[in-house]
């Protein structure tokens, strides 16, 4: 592509990554709100902002440091009255199962959570270099923060015609391949399920704990789309609150570190990078290493602030509360709508078949491309999800991520659409994730009578 | 001490680090109030904000992904136009040596820029590990630092008696040490010095690149206190600059990544966690790899903004042009005065002595600890000025830090004084600085009559 080179389209689409404000998703007024007064705390003067609005600021700026967003946090681990926020908030979500502040360790952003315990679990080299069970697919982050921190990954197989359910015979297979090759310390979950929209059920958390503890491994669990779960049929169940009720040895034994961030798709507040992990059993000596590692630094105010409202909404009775449900409200309806419709408009596809989402921004349709794509696809030395996804964006302007980047090193192409171009219709004209089918129908066709 | 435990003092004062805001200082109202809008864009409806924040707020967030702070940066460099504020901001400091901004590479903060260098050139072990030239003293989060990056510490120590100055003939014998004992691929440089507060003149800057590049070392520069040079004496040259300015070979050959953030004296907004590197003559394949190193994540997008409005201060005209400047002078009075006074007073105590500081935020008095004190750390298995930074914050609640973590390992202790404590004046009563020293002056002479 030439620089200037005319193009058949006016906009293009970006839906290759979990980003909703980029497709024109609003964010929710009373965060934003919030955390300007902080920033310029010269607009709580006067009434121009709600009343909670305004307290809330107060609160928040009360404890940072000199009264000042631009001071560092005294720790590490953070703001110790956004741990307790944190932590509250957890408990409430399940069940009472009590969550202690002291176990909340804020970060920018949840890669850099991630990145900070994967160089813990790091070591050795050959034989006895550390392994991670790894789903396949996984978000498409994952593979690279893996080779970074010189992590083996063990990939397992998530069942596609079950819905992209988690395997527990599975699990076990995945792990014997590594007998000689690593040593296995950890495993990765996604639930609900980055790219698959999949929700695991409470008999299923249960089989991994204790696959978990018999095999000594790490969970390291990312909950991120735990507030956008589609439908009534399914429920999110955190992994914390089923390895505490198991009871002992569980509860007491096996180490767990819970991922989360700004980037649910309520908030979709990727642009701040906050995120947040309870970490629970750990040895007493790698939680203290966590505090003090220096590559992480004092994490960033704002995104702490940020968190802290998205564990303590507003409540009924408070000036913000009508609004605020109004808005998470219309985000919730709108990822419904779209994700059904996306859905039923891909599965009407020829040679594309996709699964539905039960939760998350994500559909992850099968693409079943013919020979003279792989074809080519090999002669120019790139996957064939690639092929598909750079010629779909330089021949309609949609961007889409390729299936291989989630972990998928088979012989089955994905790619990630993401709902986030439904959600378009909030802010864009409500034609947006319509302009994206309508788009990658007529580019799906066009590819299809070429090669066949 | 116990939780509850009464206390001589009412306020504890903190001037352990380089962080204004904490102990008082007030932010520069122009950036709160740009970022405030670009948070809570209902903010440009009216004209309760300055006209020119209002433009400024609109530029900016024209710029963002959906015009929102919520989306991420498209790459991890960050976004292009800051990137492009950021190298005019440069050329026009250095007198029209031209800086380009795809050199240019934000991150969540000065510590994580460095963090990913300092990972790029680490590798090795035994003999070949690679190894660093580090000032002593030098910032008290680098040896932590290097230290994580699995990096050797090759230490050259600043000439007190110099006012902290760098010495040629010590770097030689710096690496000669390292013969046989690891691979010197890095030089790290403070200018302005931190904690010294020494400002390296052309002449210096010079011969560091020479040998630099006689000895391969990639320059590693951090220039975050070139905005307080105090006095008229000095002047800020920066390496880049001079390095540009000496021509080929070395214009051409020399490696060179010099540092910048957000937690200048006159921006103080450490908590905003935000920095960037520009990055000269590096191989472009190490220039990809930062890129891509997920390590490091899309950086966050208020402090990138930040950093543009620093680049790009109010102009002569712009409605908030007077108010800026008169925030601005404060700082530098304040800043200038506090030094000065801060300096006299500590030389007026006995045993202890101090170099007045030509630039940035710290003072780094000498102490000549009696050796009741010294044998009394010894028992404790700590080091002396430890010990005397812990017993000051107990007995008077003024916590300083020790000059051990700057990476002095002889028997020449220090403390960090930081000048931020005077930055209090503006919004702390004017007594704030006074108060320290009171209590200083207290505490010393109690414990030398106590010993001696």
Chains 1, 2 share one sequence.
Not at 173 to 181: E, F, M, S
Not at 257 to 286: F, K, Q, W
Not at 363 to 387: F, K, N, S, W
């Amino acid at each position: 592509v030439q620089q200037g080179e005319q193009k058949p389209f006016e906009r293009v689409y970006d839906v290759s990554s979990g980003d909703p404000h980029r497709v024109g998703m609003p964010p929710l007024t009373f965060i934003r709100q919030v955390l300007a007064a902080c920033l310029y705390p010269d607009l709580l003067k006067d009434d121009s902002l709600p009343v909670d609005v305004r307290q809330r600021a107060r609160t928040l700026l009360d404890v940072c440091e000199g009264g000042s967003v631009g001071s560092y946090s005294l720790t590490y681990s953070g703001i110790p009255l956004i741990q307790k926020t944190i932590a509250e908030f957890i408990t409430r979500r399940d069940g009472g199962v009590e969550s202690k502040p002291e176990n909340i360790i804020f970060s920018s952003g949840l890669e850099r959570a991630l990145s900070l315990v994967l160089h813990l679990l790091s070591g050795g080299e050959g034989q006895t270099r550390t392994g991670v069970l790894t789903p396949v697919p996984c978000p498409h982050t994952l593979p690279m923060q893996l080779d970074e921190a010189h992590l083996e990954q063990v990939s397992y197989q998530l069942l596609e015609e079950q819905g992209w359910a988690l395997d527990l015979a599975e699990l076990h297979r995945a792990l014997r391949t590594t007998r000689g090759r690593c040593e296995t310390r950890a495993i990765y979950i996604s639930n609900p399920g980055n790219p698959t929209g999949h929700v695991q059920d409470r008999k299923t958390i249960e089989e991994v704990i204790r696959f978990a503890a018999s095999e000594s491994l790490v969970l390291l669990v990312e909950e991120v789309f735990q507030d956008s779960v589609l439908g009534q049929e399914k429920r999110f169940v955190s992994y914390r609150k089923v390895l505490l009720e198991m009871g002992e040895p569980y509860s007491k034994r096996v180490e767990l570190v819970s991922l989360h961030s700004l980037c649910t798709a309520g908030m979709g507040e990727c642009g701040l990078r906050g995120g947040y992990m309870e970490v629970i059993n750990m040895d007493p000596a790698v939680r203290e290493f966590i505090n003090i590692l220096p590559c992480s630094g004092s994490p960033p105010i704002l995104p702490q602030l940020a968190l802290g409202v998205m564990a303590s909404p507003p409540s009924p009775g408070d000036s913000s509360y009508e609004t605020f449900m109004q808005e998470v409200l219309h985000v919730e309806r709108t990822l419904s709508h779209n994700a059904r419709r996306a859905c039923e408009f891909l599965n009407g596809l020829p040679r594309m078949s996709c699964v539905p989402a039960e939760a998350g921004i994500f559909l992850y349709p099968r693409l079943d491309l013919p020979l003279g794509i792989t074809e080519q696809a090999q002669m120019l030395g790139v996957e064939p999800d690639v092929l598909f996804c750079q010629r779909f964006l330089e021949e309609e302007g949609v961007c889409v991520g390729p299936g291989c980047e989630n972990g998928q090193d088979d012989d089955n192409f994905h790619i990630r659409s993401a709902k986030p171009t439904a959600l378009i219709c909030v802010l864009a004209p409500p034609a947006a994730l319509e302009e994206v089918l309508t788009r990658l129908r007529s580019f799906h066709l066009r590819l299809l009578s070429s090669c066949c």
